[in-house]
């Protein structure tokens, strides 16, 4: 079998370095993030990137005996799209357990026939979409310290602050919120938290800016969101791309990552709501 991590690699590789020409294949995936039609999870890690890059616009996704158990029909001549997952070895004695990378295919909706009909929930407007943000935004404002002025936008672990330009310093409130949401990843690298920053200097620096902008994506498709790459990113492209070349596990072990942050800034409960528990 080929080495799965390899699998998914390339496919990264061949929508990122296409002719020297880098384009995040995660970007513009506004439609949300992708789910099991039969058991209604959400798809996690490098998956994702996977599912996203089949370029199908449906979100809804699952393997062909679960589209079957779904009255539902994979069509003919239909190829599924890979995703990796790792299922529990149970081993004889107590801490012995062992995980073990496997594969499956999984096919869109739009492949099936006689797919469940789902009532799709009503569009947002602009403002509804800015207005759900910022509920998100301050909602978290009690763990998150979050200072306004400058020029630029970072997270400064010594103080456990995230710094942001004002709002009307960018081009439009989506590229605002994608980069709130980038440092925010960022934010929960702490050691008090997911421990992700201690390798920040030097080559960890790439590692971890490719894993807060994947956390900005997987947060703006939530949404339904357009990302906008930051333009001081583009320093770190060519070691991105050096290190998937490089590092089979990068993009998957990266994506991982992104996706426990993710889970932990979604995780957070409103003040009032703590209190009340």
Not at 104 to 113: D, H, P, T
Not at 115 to 144: C, N
Not at 202 to 220: D, M, P, T, Y
């Amino acid at each position: 079998m080929r080495d799965l991590h390899q699998t998914m690699t390339d496919r990264i590789l061949a929508s990122v370095d296409d002719a020297g020409q880098w384009k995040p294949c995660w970007h513009g995936m506004t439609g949300g993030l992708p789910v099991n039609a039969a058991t209604g999870k959400r798809y996690n890690g490098v998956n994702i990137l996977s599912l996203w890059l089949s370029g199908y616009p449906g979100q809804r996704w699952a393997t062909y005996k679960q589209w079957d158990a779904l009255g539902a029909q994979v069509q003919k001549g239909e190829r599924g799209t890979p995703i990796i997952f790792y299922k529990v070895i149970e081993g004889t004695e107590p801490g012995t357990d062992r995980l073990l990378l496997r594969s499956s295919f999984v096919f869109n909706e739009a492949q099936v026939e006689g797919a469940p009909v789902i009532v799709a929930p009503a569009t947002l407007s602009a403002d509804q979409r800015i207005e759900a943000l910022d509920r998100w935004i301050m909602d978290r404002e009690h763990e998150i310290k979050l200072e306004h002025g400058g020029g630029s936008a970072f997270y400064r672990p010594s103080s456990d602050t995230i710094h942001m330009p004002d709002f009307g310093a960018f081009h439009t409130p989506e590229h605002y919120y994608a980069v709130l949401f980038h440092e925010a990843t960022h934010w929960t690298g702490a050691k008090h938290r997911l421990d992700r920053l201690g390798n920040y200097a030097g080559e960890g620096r790439a590692v971890e800016e490719l894993i807060a902008e994947l956390g900005a994506a997987f947060l703006c498709a939530e949404f339904g969101i357009e990302q906008t790459t930051r333009d001081d990113h583009v320093s770190y492209i060519a070691s991105w791309l050096s290190q998937l070349k490089g590092d089979k596990k990068f993009i998957v072990h990266a994506a991982s990552h992104a996706s426990k942050a993710v889970e932990l800034l979604d995780a957070i409960q409103p003040q009032d709501e703590r209190l009340a528990a």
